[in-house]
């Protein structure tokens, strides 16, 4: 089991920049792979950007150079830095753990940018 944590959402102007942060109740290197997902209203949730247990990452074509996930291991933390924030990256943000077979998910955090 994994519980994860999420914080960091809110609202903030176009352009401007957010860092969300997920927070695992164990080591980082115990689970394959931790990733940020994102829900728009009445859109099906989508892939944001995930990091293996080796620190390989990869991001949805859509986002990069604009998101950056990362982790730090001491604290069980993965973040995900977005900059450039548009209208179109309001959502809610989900934080995922592949543990084992299963997935783990936080509760959410929304973001919303306004113009």
């Known amino acids: 089991q994994v519980q994860l944590v999420e914080s960091g959402g809110g609202l903030v102007q176009a352009g401007g920049s957010l860092r969300l942060s997920c927070a695992a109740s164990?080591?980082?290197?115990?689970?394959?792979?931790m990733g940020w997902y994102r829900q728009a209203p009445g859109k099906q949730r989508e892939l944001v950007a995930t990091i293996a247990s080796n620190g390989i990452t990869m991001y949805a074509d859509s986002l990069k150079g604009r998101f950056t996930i990362s982790r730090d291991s001491a604290k069980n933390t993965v973040y995900l830095q977005m900059n450039s924030l548009k209208r179109e990256d309001t959502a809610v943000y989900y934080c995922?753990?592949?543990?084992?077979?299963?997935?783990?998910w936080g509760q959410g955090t929304q973001v919303t940018v306004s113009s």
């Open positions: 164990r080591s980082l290197f115990s689970i394959n792979a």
């Open positions: 995922n753990a592949l543990f084992g077979k299963d997935d783990f």
